[in-house]
């Protein structure tokens, strides 16, 4: 029970249906807006997955979560199927993932670290582990925060057995299937290698001479991008709805969150770490090593991937910026014995 208030007064407010499934799993829970690493980040015994697992629940929401699921070596899933969109991204080790439909031929999609894959809506999958001495980990952001709590049940969707044959058919090659390009920098796949080493798009209104190109998967509405930016450079500061888990896959850096008139706030990342930021709260990506930074949010995207337009922030160019939030990083590469590319901006007036 949590309180809220009303008129000068405090109330008791009922925990969300999605709050009470959250906590009935079982599971580490781990919350704020900041994982220092999800390689490393405590798992439990997740009866529901038969495997170890956790749920980050960043940013105060409930639009969306990430799941980590820890198989162990030569160790299988148990099978899953549920009325929301998942999309997996491999943390470590290799393996494969069994999809299909009732009644039809199985799909394999064979995984390493990098690969990203979203299971086609309520269809069955079982993930399995193949490496028979290490164990490997997944996380996937999903949107059952929504679900649950538009159904106001924690078991339904995990139970339902409708099968969405306009999004998938399981046995004809639907991970297979060729790219389609949608504009300039977003596709739509089906499955992806390994964004670790993708090529990515140039995407100069982003700032820092930088890349980026978006993805909707599988037929759902879920949606990532990619961004890779050179060292000695840093991103916009720019700022959207709540709910995309932004992952770093290479580079050493830091990242400014703050809300307008506030105080800002600093979080530094390496590879493995996660952040998401609050509702409408700037966020600032900055590269201090020797490296390119890259990194793949994952988050709610369009109603209906054929129809998807991108990602489309409301952001801060450079002449606009607080001129000590490049002072800062001005030092922060004297202190990593990185070149600073990036000019001074030339800050506006008045």
């Known amino acids: 029970m949590v309180e809220e208030q009303a008129e000068g007064r405090t109330r008791p407010r009922k925990e969300s249906p999605y709050r009470l499934w959250k906590a009935a799993e079982g599971i580490p829970v781990h919350a704020g807006s900041y994982v220092d690493s999800l390689y490393t980040v405590e798992v439990g015994a997740w009866d529901r997955v038969g495997q170890k697992g956790a749920i980050i629940n960043l940013a105060s929401q409930e639009q969306d979560d990430g799941w980590i699921i820890e198989i162990a070596p030569g160790g299988q899933t148990n099978v899953l199927h549920h009325m929301f969109e998942a999309t997996f991204y491999v943390l470590s080790g290799r393996g ?30 079982q993930h399995f582990n193949g490496d028979g001495e290490a164990p490997t980990r997944l996380f996937a952001v999903t949107n059952a925060p929504m679900v649950i709590n538009l159904f106001r049940d924690g078991d339904f969707p995990f139970n339902d057995t409708f099968q969405f044959s306009q999004r998938y058919e399981s046995g004809t090659g639907f991970f297979d299937a060729a790219d389609e390009r949608l504009w300039r920098n977003a596709w739509t796949t089906n499955f992806i290698g390994d964004i670790r080493s993708f090529g990515l798009d140039d995407a100069a209104n982003r700032g820092a001479g930088g890349l980026l190109t978006m993805f909707a998967m599988s037929n759902n509405s879920m949606a990532a991008h990619c961004s890779q930016f050179p060292p000695g450079t840093y991103k916009k500061a720019h700022r959207h709805g709540v709910g995309a888990h932004v992952i770093i896959l290479s580079g050493e850096g830091y990242s400014l969150l703050w809300f307008e008139g506030q105080e800002r706030r600093r979080v530094d990342w390496q590879d493995g770490s996660m952040l998401s930021p609050m509702e409408m709260e700037y966020h600032q990506h900055f590269n201090k090593g020797p490296t390119p930074a890259r990194y793949l949010a994952l988050r709610l995207g369009e109603l209906d991937s054929r129809h998807y337009q991108g990602f489309m922030p409301e952001q801060i160019e450079y002449e606009y910026e607080d001129p000590a939030i490049y002072e800062e990083y001005a030092q922060e590469c004297v202190k990593h014995g990185a070149e600073l590319v990036l000019p001074r901006p030339q800050y506006a007036t008045g």
């Open 96 to 125: 494969a993932t069994m999809f299909w439909q009732e009644g039809q031929p199985h799909d394999l999609v064979e995984w390493k670290r990098g690969s990203i894959f979203s299971p086609p809506l309520n269809c069955h999958y």
